[in-house]
């Protein structure tokens, strides 16, 4: 029974290691050799404009990468080549996604003078 407990027990943090070592596990090659991930989310944000659709087509290029799902342009495709990314189980995918976005997201960054700064208000909504 003690070894099933232990089992069930390192499945679990393994899972929860490989979640919290995603963007580290992203940057390796995207800060070496590959476009920095901000410049891929501004990409994504010209050609779709919300975090949904955003969201949708990056985890179907991170679930089968392929230079046919890329969003980049022939230039980057080609230097880069998307086939040799590797690709990730569609929970990874997603968690991927949610923290680049999270990370890159350009809306809190917007600076409107006049307006009170509610980013860091308890009343969210009130602009």
């Given at each position: 029974?003690?070894?099933?407990?232990?089992?069930?027990?390192?499945?679990?943090?393994?899972?929860?290691?490989?979640?919290?070592?995603?963007?580290?596990?992203?940057?390796?090659?995207?800060?070496?050799?590959?476009?920095?991930?901000?410049?891929?989310?501004?990409r994504?944000?010209?050609l779709?404009?919300?975090?949904?659709?955003?969201?949708?087509?990056?985890?179907?290029?991170?679930?089968?990468?392929?230079?046919?799902?890329?969003?980049?342009?022939?230039?980057?495709?080609?230097?880069?080549?998307?086939?040799?990314?590797?690709?990730?189980?569609?929970?990874?995918?997603?968690?991927?996604?949610?923290?680049?976005?999270?990370?890159?997201?350009?809306?809190?960054?917007?600076?409107?003078?006049?307006?009170?700064?509610?980013?860091?208000?308890?009343?969210?909504?009130?602009?």
């Amino acid at each position: 029974m003690g070894r099933i407990v232990t089992l069930l027990i390192l499945a679990l943090s393994g899972f929860a290691a490989e979640a919290t070592l995603l963007p580290g596990r992203c940057a390796a090659c995207h800060t070496k050799n590959a476009p920095p991930l901000s410049l891929i989310y501004r990409r994504y944000l010209m050609l779709y404009s919300s975090k949904e659709r955003i969201q949708k087509r990056m985890i179907d290029f991170l679930n089968a990468p392929s230079k046919a799902k890329s969003s980049m342009p022939e230039g980057m495709k080609n230097r880069f080549n998307p086939q040799k990314h590797p690709a990730f189980s569609p929970q990874i995918s997603k968690k991927a996604v949610e923290t680049l976005i999270e990370k890159e997201d350009l809306i809190p960054r917007i600076v409107v003078p006049g307006r009170p700064d509610t980013s860091r208000s308890e009343t969210k909504g009130i602009r």
